[in-house]
């Protein structure tokens, strides 16, 4: 049977003080972020060419051939016009020779 006492109503006792929520703000190490890798997929090459990050970009520099002969004969065609219109829109950006 449910009384007056019952009710959640009433102020809150120390025991509730227990549950709430304490925020502790940490330090980020940044230990969770990994190296960059070469692109594995056609995708990955475009937005290397168009990035801004040097490493992501001579990455695909350095891999983009191997990896588009490495490619399916429908993957190349499928992705040809978005990556042709990266490859002639690309620009020196960090003065590479």
Known sequence: MYTQDDSDNESSSPEDEDFKPIYR????TYSDLTN?????????LILGYSSD???RFTQSLQSGALL???Q????????APDLLQVLFRTEN???LD
């Open 25 to 28: 703000a940490e330090k980020d």
């Open 36 to 44: 960059l890798h070469k692109p594995q997929f056609l995708s990955d």
């Open 53 to 55: 990050n040097y490493d």
């Open 68 to 70: 588009i002969q490495s």
């Open 72 to 79: 399916t004969l429908n993957d190349v065609e499928h992705m």
């Open 93 to 95: 950006k960090f003065d």
